[in-house]
């Protein structure tokens, strides 16, 4: 049996390997960054993060610590899609739109191909307050809940690397728009009151529309609060018809192309 020195050894010689490949693929990702900023390709590129994995896979698939080293390579992986993310554009991602336009689809999904940390502003207002919005709203008022909306998006304001997905009353006071932009870019999502029925018909978490559910009050709202919306907006998406996936590919190519156009 080889003495305990020998096995720490070799441990060691094992971490200076890892040690040195990880050094070694950073270097490797800021060339990939210098490359598609050259070429003005979209960091998100799903297909090829699917292709190591399944590599992976074929390399180790008789090795009984797979799961194990998956999860150390999948962090690895994160890690690169955040300094990829950081470096394209060094701010945060403001998601702003009317109720059901897929700004909470839009944020997880972003969250997961960037590696970025989601903040959806409904949620923390309802565990900070202990109470749903719609009690919010009947016990203190709509004021109220503005009011801690736009407290909310002073904290947020002041760090970066975030994507938020704001309430849909957000982009209606000057000051939250304001403090979005201090540190971020703000994304509007769009979809027609159609869509929008369609995917909150059944929700009743949302006290502006219960009472009101019906495409008129929608498309009614929704025309209200555009042109503060298009203010707001460094950029806009349309999200009809579209996959999670094209939503985000768009939004991140027009993102980089503002940076672009802006540095
Ligand atoms: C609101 C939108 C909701 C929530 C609240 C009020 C609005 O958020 O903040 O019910 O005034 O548009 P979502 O847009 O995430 O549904």
Redesign the pocket.
């Known amino acids: 049996m080889k003495t305990l020195e020998t096995i720490r050894a070799q441990l060691n010689d094992c971490d200076s390997l890892l040690l040195d490949a990880l050094t070694k693929r950073m270097a490797c990702v800021d060339e990939l960054i210098a490359y598609k900023k050259a070429h003005g390709m979209p960091i998100l590129q799903p297909k090829q993060e699917a292709i190591e994995l399944s590599r992976l896979h074929d390399k180790l698939s008789e090795n009984p610590y797979l799961d194990e080293i998956e999860a150390i390579y999948r962090s690895v992986i994160d890690s690169s899609k955040r300094v990829q993310a950081r470096r394209l554009f060094p701010r945060s991602i403001f998601l702003i739109?009317?109720?059901?336009?897929g700004?909470?689809s839009v944020a997880a999904y972003l969250s997961e191909l960037l590696a970025m940390e989601t903040v959806e502003?409904?949620a923390v207002?309802v565990e900070r307050a202990g109470m749903p919005?719609?009690d919010i709203?009947s016990r203190y008022g709509e004021e109220y809940?503005r009011n801690l909306?736009s407290n909310l998006i002073v904290e947020l304001g002041q760090q970066k690397g975030l994507i938020v997905?704001?309430?849909?009353?957000?982009p209606?006071r000057a000051e939250n728009v304001k403090n979005m932009k201090q540190t971020g870019r703000v994304v509007l999502l769009t979809a027609s009151p159609k869509t929008i029925y369609e995917r909150?018909k059944d929700d009743t978490?949302?006290?502006?529309?219960n009472g009101n559910m019906n495409i008129p009050y929608i498309a009614d709202l929704q025309a209200k609060?555009r042109p503060h919306y298009e203010a707001a907006a460094d950029v806009t998406v349309e999200t009809d018809q579209k996959s999670v996936l094209e939503i985000c590919e768009e939004l991140i190519e027009k993102i980089c192309a503002l940076e672009a156009a802006q540095t």
């Open positions: 739109g009317f109720m059901g336009c700004k909470s502003m409904d207002l919005i719609a709203f809940f909306e997905s704001c309430g849909g009353g957000v209606m909150v978490s949302r006290p502006i529309l609060r």
